[in-house]
C-alpha cells in the first residue's frame, strides 16, 4: 500500500488489477458454447465461483495457481509485407513497384495484455456440486 501511494505521488491508493483466465477446455466438447451467448459469473470471491452461460449451461470453478507468470496476448492482422525491387534491371519487368509475396501467409501481430497469476479452470456443476456448496462449513 505504501509503495502505491509513494508512486502515486499524491497520496491517493492506486487500485492494482488482478486477471484470471477462464478455462472452459474441461467442457467444450461437452456443451455447445455460442460465440455471443450471454454469460453470468458470480463468487469471483468465494472457492468454487459460477459460470452460467445462456442462462441455460451452469459451470463450476476452481482456481489453479500458475507457475511462474502466465502472459496474455491479443492478436492483430498485420499489414503484409511489401518488397520494392530498388535496382531496376533489363529482366526486371518490375522495376520501382512494390510486389506482395502472394505465397506469404497471412501475418499476425502480438501484443502482451496482462500478466495472470490464477486460471480459473470450469466444468459442468453437478447436483452433488450444489449439496456439497450448501453443506460446506463456513468459517
Known amino acids: ?3 502505491n501511494k509513494k508512486a502515486n505521488g499524491q497520496g491517493e491508493e492506486q487500485e492494482e488489477s488482478e486477471f484470471v483466465l477462464l478455462d472452459l477446455d474441461a467442457v467444450s466438447g461437452q456443451i455447445d458454447i455460442p460465440p ?4 453470468t459469473l458470480s463468487g469471483l470471491d468465494t472457492i468454487n465461483p459460477i ?3 445462456d442462462d441455460k449451461v451452469k459451470l463450476i ?3 489453479e495457481e500458475t507457475i ?3 502472459l496474455v496476448f491479443s492478436e492483430d492482422e498485420a499489414a503484409p509485407v511489401v518488397h520494392e525491387e530498388t535496382n531496376p534491371s533489363e529482366a526486371n519487368l518490375f522495376s520501382g513497384k512494390c510486389i506482395i509475396d502472394p505465397n506469404e501467409g497471412p501475418r499476425k501481430q502480438v501484443k502482451p495484455v496482462a500478466r495472470l497469476h490464477k486460471i ?3 466444468r459442468l456443476l453437478l447436483d452433488d456440486d450444489v449439496q456439497d456448496q450448501v453443506n460446506a462449513p463456513t468459517n
Open 1 to 3: 500500500m505504501e509503495e
Open 36 to 39: 455471443n451467448a450471454p454469460y
Open 51 to 53: 459460470l452460467i452461460i
Open 61 to 63: 470453478g476452481e482456481y
Open 68 to 70: 511462474g507468470t502466465c
Open 120 to 122: 480459473l479452470k470450469f
